[in-house]
């Protein structure tokens, strides 16, 4: 099988399409986190100025007596209301902290591998613990997979081993792409991954190979047993 057979190339525009409809999903999805962090910002800094005006209707009170009561009393309960509001909208707007666990890293790559392989030439090792689990779900782990081996499909073969790490006694999951020649993309697949990684607090890096060609690892944050 070469890379210009009807069927490879069948199989890499059907990787690619569903590679961009979860690209869409993922956009959404990260505007959306944006957005709530904006709100989540903007709501705090409303509610230091409700707090200015709860104080300076405290002092009016105080100095203007009785002539203004009813004035203050309104004052009062309107910036008792924006204060109940504002953080109501905060709490709503605040990021999820929990980290879900996904499934077992293995059988998900391997079953992505067999897809792949009617697309791209790869030669893969899966050197990791059938129990490695990390953050990320089936759907982002398939796709990072996927986006790796798209930002090198042009080349003549491509290298990856996966295998558990230890980094400063906590468990890491690695993905380390190698090819024989650079990727000749512009790097467009390797965005999905690259935000993937970042969300779990991954990382991602890029460096040369020993005798030519480049290498790639993606190193993701393993979840404890």
């Avoid at 009813?70 to 999820?96: G, I, K, N, Y």
């Avoid at 897809?115 to 990791?128: C, G």
């Amino acid at each position: 099988m070469t890379r210009t057979d009807p069927g490879i190339t069948q199989a890499r525009l059907a990787l690619v399409q569903r590679q961009r409809r979860f690209e869409w999903a993922l956009a959404r999805e990260e505007h959306g986190r944006a957005a709530s962090r904006l709100v989540a910002g903007k709501t705090h800094d409303l509610l230091n100025l409700v707090q200015i005006v709860q104080l300076a209707t405290y002092e009016l009170g105080r100095r203007g007596g009785a002539a203004i009561q009813e004035f203050v009393d309104d004052l009062t309960r309107a910036a008792a209301d924006a204060t109940t509001s504002l953080r109501a909208l905060m709490e709503a707007a605040r990021p999820e902290t929990a980290v879900a666990r996904g499934p077992a890293v293995h059988a998900v790559l391997a079953r992505t591998l067999d897809a792949l392989r009617a697309a791209v030439v790869i030669d893969a090792q899966l050197a990791l613990a059938r129990t490695t689990t990390t953050a990320l779900d089936e759907e982002a782990l398939a796709h990072l997979l996927v986006g790796l081996a798209l930002d090198a499909a042009d080349a003549p073969r491509i290298e990856l081993l996966v295998h558990d790490r230890t980094i400063a006694g906590a468990p890491w999951l690695e993905l380390v792409r190698g090819t024989d020649v650079p990727a000749a993309g512009d790097g467009f697949e390797l965005r999905t991954v690259e935000l993937l990684a970042h969300r779990i607090g991954g990382e991602v890096a890029r460096s040369d190979r020993r005798g030519g060609g480049a290498a790639l690892v993606v190193a993701l944050p393993a979840l404890p047993a």
